[in-house]
């Protein structure tokens, strides 16, 4: 069941919250063999560090716990051509670690990672609804606003501390780059309008898991698909 007006207060942007800062995560790092990781430029300026976010193994997925906004991903995963990179995302206890919602998703087109120049795009949800696609390129870019959108396919938390689940993949076919929440596409993209100056070298390149700052998430199903 979806809820709506119990849940205007997370529904506020951001932009409204004075920005809550980055948290160091105890034990922090990445303990999964062939992972690697980069936090946002403004998060190293600050002084944060990849070791102030976890990356462990859980199960047959991942346990993580931001920290800085980082992106994350294995070496050697790569994908070219046509293609849909998908995962499950449980947040077990919405907006624990921060004051207002904060988004994670699917990382692809990443190229030249892990250096000042790196290059990637990413689909996050929010618990409240809401989902985000933004890019890194010479700068980082906007493709559905600041504060992204809602959408009802992405689903809602039934308030703090409650535990919400979103699938969500990115698709790359002929000409189109689409973002799919929990089975729906919520936007198309021209890849054209991607793969240009100042935004994506390719939509070739390395795929991976993003996560915004002071937030816990639970990965399951990480997959490459071939279309």
């Keep these: 069941m979806r809820i709506h007006h119990a849940l ?8 409204m919250f004075a920005q809550d800062a980055s948290r160091s995560v105890a ?5 999964v063999p062939g992972w690697k990781g980069q936090i946002d430029a403004n998060e190293a300026r600050r002084g944060s560090t990849l070791e102030n976010a976890k990356f462990e193994a859980q199960g047959s997925g991942f346990h993580v716990v931001t920290g800085p906004a980082v992106t994350y991903w294995h070496e050697g995963d790569k994908a070219t051509g046509d293609y849909t990179v998908k995962a499950t995302f449980t947040e ?3 907006m ?4 207002h919602a904060h988004p994670y998703g699917i990382m692809i087109a990443g190229n030249d990672l892990g250096t000042p120049n790196a290059g990637s795009l990413y689909c996050a949800a929010y618990g409240t609804g809401n989902f985000i696609v933004r890019g890194f390129g010479p700068a980082p870019f906007q ?6 959108e809602e959408n009802e396919a992405v689903h809602h938390a039934a308030g703090k501390d409650q535990a919400v689940t979103q699938e969500v993949a990115i698709q790359v076919k002929g000409d189109k780059v689409s973002c799919l929440i ?3 596409s ?3 993209y021209n890849k054209a309008d991607l793969v240009t100056t100042g935004k994506l ?10 996560f915004a700052h002071n937030t816990e998430v639970q990965v399951t199903g990480f997959t490459m698909t071939k279309n």
């Design 182 to 184: 929990n089975g729906k």
């Design 92 to 94: 077990p206890k919405f």
């Design 201 to 210: 070298k390719s939509t070739d390149g390395t795929y991976g898991l993003r």
């Design 186 to 188: 919520v936007f198309s």
């Design 8 to 15: 205007f207060v997370f529904l506020i942007p951001c932009a």
């Design 27 to 31: 034990g922090g790092g990445i303990s």
């Design 96 to 99: 624990n670690l921060n004051t």
């Design 143 to 148: 493709l559905n606003g600041r504060e992204g």
